[in-house]
């Protein structure tokens, strides 16, 4: 939380130097009170009277700190939606997206964590798609139409090798283009890979381009390096994730580099992103919060004094 007037928060001295003379003034008046034989009795029958002749007093301090802290303005960072921000989901879907190191299998995980960030993300963002093995295959422009993106989703098989750099490509010429005043709308990439680019252009020379155009992309790289697929030759084939070429690619663009070795940190990958890409923070004025407050607490000062003693105490 932050202010626009911090230095009215001084008045918050007010508070303790009151508190202080309450307690002096029951001090007093304790001295000065009449005993009465029975006062220990009647305090048995009564154990909690003791505290509650003080809620008026602490409600009307509580309700004035409050209307005190309002003063200074105060403001709370909130997460907005990204107006005509654009996100394009790179899925890779070559053959060694087949391998069960990550349950049911990296393809599966993969669909299923992309569903979820697209049922996060605020509306007002536009997502696109592009799926890719050999090439890019299947590119779906940034949409309002989830629907349309799921169905690329599902649609994706896993086959073939790993075009990294003509994905990254295809992705960047289907973002939005700078408008009139060559400013580009905010727009990123998410690009889950699950190995080394094996066919196309050389990923991080898209990559530099991508900086250039001031789109940022984020990278996962999925799968364990026990991953395994059937040869077509015979045999099983080690399919290891390149971590190393995705946190490239990443500090390239100015975006950030994640790795997930399951399902659930997969999900876990994606909902952050969700956050970071769908919104940003503001700073808003909750000032009338604080007002309603202090207000709220003061009316119950004055009631709850009214209903014990008969009179403002």
Wanted: charged share 20%; proline share 7%; aromatic share 4%.
């Amino acid at each position: 939380m932050t202010f626009q007037a911090p230095l009215a928060l001084l008045a918050l001295a007010l508070v303790p130097l009151l508190l202080a003379l309450y307690l002096l003034a029951q001090r007093r008046s304790r001295r000065y009170a009449v005993r009465f034989p029975g006062a220990a009795t009647l305090a048995r029958l009564a154990p909690d009277s003791r505290w509650r002749r003080h809620v008026p007093a602490a409600l009307f301090l509580i309700g004035l700190a409050a209307a005190l802290v309002s003063l200074a303005r105060p403001e709370a960072s909130v997460a907005v939606p990204v107006e005509r921000a654009s996100v394009m989901l790179v899925t890779d879907g070559s053959g060694s997206m087949r391998a069960t190191d990550v349950s049911p299998s990296r393809l599966d995980a993969a669909r299923d964590a992309a569903r979820g960030f697209l049922d996060d993300v605020p509306d007002e963002l536009q997502a696109g798609f592009v799926g890719f093995s050999d090439g890019p295959h299947t590119v779906v422009p940034p949409t309002a139409d989830r629907a349309e993106v799921r169905r690329a989703l599902d649609g994706l098989a896993a086959d073939g090798g790993t075009a990294t750099g003509d994905a990254l490509r295809a992705a960047l010429d289907a973002l939005p283009q700078p408008d009139g005043d060559g400013e580009r709308p905010p727009a990123a990439i998410v690009l889950l890979s699950d190995g080394q680019h094996t066919t196309g252009s050389d990923p991080l020379e898209v990559a530099r381009a991508a900086a250039r155009e001031r789109v940022p992309v984020f990278t996962v790289a999925l799968g364990t390096p026990d991953g395994v697929v059937d040869s077509p030759l015979g045999g099983r084939l080690s399919v290891p994730p390149d971590p190393e070429t995705m946190r490239e690619i990443a500090a390239v663009t100015g975006g950030q580099a994640f790795a997930a070795e399951d399902a659930g940190e997969l999900g876990a990958v994606y909902d952050r992103l969700g956050s970071q890409i769908g919104t940003r923070e503001e700073q808003r004025e909750i000032t009338a919060g604080f007002v309603a407050g202090a207000l709220a607490l003061l009316a119950a000062a004055v009631v709850t004094s009214l209903r014990r003693f008969g009179r403002l105490a």
